[in-house]
């Protein structure tokens, strides 16, 4: 079955933007790059919601390229967005239903409101944070309550270069 | 100058209690007993806040040995609690004349209202977490919003048993 991957850079008070959704904060480096790059090799799928879409479309992207691009909105015209396929049933019911058809690794691109879904569906298998060294002190929240505490497993924890902090962790069941 | 550390064990979500001030998932292990001994050598003094205090008080102690013992109320009366010192003034203006005083480091144990006060003072000096491997969903936050970004810088990043990661982060100037 394809993993759910949840990748995100965060800061240390785990917000993924600034309030008015600022990510330049984020700090790359050729070590990050090439994490990155091998990362993608592995995935089949990017699934995100409308505001995350519209985010990565206002940054002059359409899609993420050579993966299956799926973006959640019940109210995007999907012949004006002929390079992702926009579904508009439910998230939880989609991913399930798309672990268990042939693909890579399917990320769930940001989204505090779609992870929780997912969280709590039992549908996100790991979680790849990139902690950032920075208190942002406000802005869009990596984590929104959920009603049951979820276990995890360290995988791995990696520094990277300018004080990140690579933390992979399973969720067991 | 004394340094004001704000350590905490925190789960991914950044809590540091359930909503009932559940403290059960926090694990311990004989690594992490013999880095928090080595710790607790350089503390002179400790700061808390009230609902820490009484917190502590409920689990069968009365202050932490050997060290200073400082609490923030206004409601408590000091003849009541001989083992540690009430402080009733303005916890920013405390620690600021505390820092200048002689002594051992400075510990901010618990309370995201008192370090919030702190952070926006400009007083701590380091953050030491240790990332315990649960996301718990709901209860005591780490961190409260505060309206400036604070750039930190990684001093060690070490994985402990358990799946826990000890972070620790000097704050810049």
């Not at 949840?6 to 904060?25: K, R």
């Not at 990362?39 to 359409?62: H, L, P």
């Not at 693909?103 to 769930?108: K, L, N, S, T």
């Not at 950032?132 to 270069?161: N, T």
């Amino acid at each position: 079955m394809r993993k759910v991957i949840f990748p995100v850079a965060n800061s240390v008070d785990n917000y993924i933007a600034t309030q008015d959704g600022g990510v330049d904060w984020l700090l790359s480096s050729d070590e990050i790059e090439s994490i990155l790059a091998t990362m993608w090799k592995s995935v089949g799928a990017v699934v995100m919601g409308r505001n995350t879409y519209e985010f990565i479309v206002a940054n002059g992207m359409d899609s993420y390229e050579n993966v299956e691009n799926y973006i959640f909105s019940r109210t995007l015209d999907p012949a004006n967005h002929p390079k992702v396929e926009i579904v508009s049933e439910d998230p939880a019911v989609f991913v399930r239903e798309l672990k268990e058809k042939d693909g890579g690794d399917i990320w769930m691109m940001g989204g505090a409101a779609l992870a929780r879904e997912c969280f709590r569906a039992g549908l996100i298998d790991e979680v790849h944070l990139n902690i950032h060294p920075i208190l942002l002190g406000s802005g869009a929240p990596l984590f929104l309550e959920i009603e049951q505490p979820i276990d995890l497993e360290l995988i791995e924890c990696k520094p990277l270069p300018h004080g990140c902090v690579a933390l992979t962790y399973r969720v067991k069941r």
